[in-house]
């Protein structure tokens, strides 16, 4: 069975600094691209980042550009999210989402985990 | 970047009726739309892939259909577990996508 258990979140103060991860089980990690999605409270769905299955290639959103970094270690099955400099704005659940055959719809999400700025 | 719009933003239908919702994309994309289901406090669930490849263990009353800038979801017989937030997504500037900002069913 598949499953993406993301973990990390938590309240931060403006300016501030979490990691996130994306444990993947039940599926080959490293032959599959994986992507960040967020979602702020009572709002719509919001691509953040991509990296391809080696990890070399990577895609950020301009609202996260310079202050994210998308990174993962397909020896541990595992996808990361670090996130510095975070604003209020950032507030929101962080999906970690399996990207199916690279075409970039996404058929398997995690549970989010959710990322509070304030102060 | 491509921007998607939905309509309508709501709507409130009975079990057993025909629903349809509406995607409109800035520019065309061809047939790089999909659509996700989003229950409250959960994550979205894919439904459809590629405007009308319906994804493995979704029901056959979901139908998707379009191409190049517009695009409909179907449900053709709504049940009690279809109530929630449908999203569509562009996956033509890949891995750069977009949502659309959803559409809300609830019960009348």
């Known amino acids: 069975e598949v499953q993406l258990v993301e973990s990390g979140g938590g309240l931060v103060q403006p300016g501030g600094s979490l990691r996130l991860s994306c444990a993947a089980s039940g599926f080959t990690f490293s032959s599959y691209e994986m992507n960040w999605v967020r979602q702020a409270p ?19 959103a301009d609202s996260v550009k310079g202050r994210f970094t998308i990174s993962r270690d397909n020896a541990k099955n595992s996808l990361y999210l670090q996130m510095n400099s975070l604003r209020a704005e950032d507030t929101a659940v962080y999906y970690c989402a399996r990207d199916k055959l690279g075409s970039s719809w996404y058929d398997y999400w995690g549970q989010g985990t959710l990322v509070t700025v304030s102060s | 970047d491509i921007q998607m719009t939905q309509s309508p933003s709501s709507l409130s239908a009975s079990v057993g009726d025909r629903v349809t919702i509406t995607c409109r994309a800035s520019q065309s994309i061809s047939s790089y739309l999909n659509w996700y289901q989003q229950k409250p406090g959960k994550a979205p669930k894919l439904l459809i892939y590629a405007a009308s490849s319906l994804q493995s263990g979704v029901p056959s009353r979901f ?11 179907t449900i053709s017989s709504l049940q009690p ?11 033509y500037s890949t891995p750069r996508v977009t949502f659309g900002p959803g559409t809300k069913v609830d019960i009348k």
């Open chain 1, 42 to 60: 009572g709002k719509g769905l919001e691509w953040v980042s991509y990296i391809s299955s080696s990890g070399s290639t990577i895609y950020y």
């Open chain 2, 81 to 91: 577990e279809d109530f929630a937030t449908y999203y569509c997504q562009q996956s």
């Open chain 2, 63 to 73: 139908s998707g259909s379009g191409s190049g800038t517009d695009f409909t979801l």
